[in-house]
């Protein structure tokens, strides 16, 4: 079967081979945005008492990294989807908390509540692809991404979505954005030369992938943000089950149900979790199930480009993206097309 012809109209692919282009478009966008400036060092100012950041799902994803970077700079953030924010834990949004809520399209349902509710008790950042959203145009101040129209599952705006968040953290940590952008510069061709092998990344796949059922996307730090857009995407544009979780957290519990018919991706991380991750790998063949290594050691489709450490949770989606054009031809199903679900949801 040839792929490249029966899916010559997969918008889903089309907007996976688009990721490189939409990241340019991305990084000047950021390279010009200056409306921003006056909250620049606001965070080391401790302007606010804490930092809620929000989204549903990958756009809930994408917070991970920016997460632990305030973490780690003494600060107080908050990770929460935004469902249970205006449900369940409205008590975090008060005058001395910053909301940065995400979503590429800036209009789902959770994020309009959200905005009707919070813009007047707190300030908002909405970090979106959409400028003519509410949360671009009510929120307090807005990062716009310009990724570019996405058609099906979400695959360019999440990769913008994560460079605009760590572009963020260095602005309201008053640190220099120059040196974030240049390296996901030099990214934009190595993933472009990744992405332009997806046959042969497909076919190298598609009998590794036989007879699987289940599929665990697992990492550990930043890169817990792939693997709960890896299991989410995966769901959506396959069909198959399949769950995003930390790498410690797939040990206590679904490590049971390893055989013969379960994958697990295991995403090596930075330089403190790859041991981990490495073993993880091991046990999980040594239980009977298969599993693989996505590194920039790697070999093959899983050996991603190699690039800055902040840059890494970007390039890790690429060998997820080529598991969802694998199981769906398998299935012989065209990857990322909604049967039940929409682009944007509307109802809770």
């Known amino acids: ?41 606001a965070l080391c100012g401790a302007r606010w008492r804490r930092v809620v950041l929000t989204g549903m799902g990958s756009s809930y994803w994408a917070c991970r990294p920016l997460y632990l970077r305030l973490l780690k700079d003494g600060l107080t953030p908050v990770m929460v989807e935004t469902s249970e924010l205006i449900h369940y834990e409205r008590d975090w949004l008060t005058p001395d908390t910053l909301v940065i809520a995400v979503s590429q399209s800036g209009r789902s349902v959770e994020i309009v509540r959200l905005l009707d509710y919070a813009r007047e ?160 790998v091991d046990d999980i063949r040594e239980a009977g199930g298969r599993s693989a290594l996505v590194s920039a050691t790697a070999e093959g489709i899983f050996r991603i480009p190699e690039c800055a450490e902040r840059i890494q949770p970007l390039m890790e989606m690429l060998p997820v993206e080529m598991l969802t054009l694998a199981l769906a031809a398998i299935k012989g199903r065209e990857p990322g097309r909604f049967e039940r679900a929409t682009k944007v949801t509307e109802v809770e």
């Open 1 to 41: 079967m040839d792929l490249a012809v029966t899916w010559r109209e997969c918008s889903y692919l089309h907007d996976l081979i688009e990721q490189p282009d939409a990241l340019s478009r991305t990084i000047t966008a950021l390279a010009d945005e200056h409306s921003l400036d006056p909250l620049a060092g």
């Open 121 to 280: 008790r707190c300030e908002i950042i909405g970090v979106t692809n959409t400028p003519d959203s509410p949360l671009a145009t009510q929120s307090t101040a807005a990062v716009l991404t310009d990724a570019g129209a996405e058609h099906t599952v979400s695959c360019k705006t999440y990769l913008a979505t994560l460079l605009a968040l760590d572009w963020l953290g260095d602005l309201l940590s008053g640190e220099d954005r120059a040196p974030l952008l240049e390296q996901a510069r030099a990214a934009v061709e190595p993933m472009r030369a990744y992405l332009s092998e997806w046959p042969a990344h497909v076919g190298e796949l598609m009998p590794a992938l036989e007879g699987v059922n289940d599929i665990f996307i697992v990492g550990r730090g930043p890169s817990i943000s792939a693997a709960g857009t890896g299991g989410l995407i995966l769901k959506e544009s396959t069909h198959y089950h399949a769950e995003g979780l930390s790498a410690a957290a797939f040990r206590h519990g679904p490590f049971e149900m390893l055989s013969d018919a379960v994958f697990v991706l295991v995403l090596e991380g930075d330089a403190r979790s790859a041991p981990f991750s490495r073993k993880l």
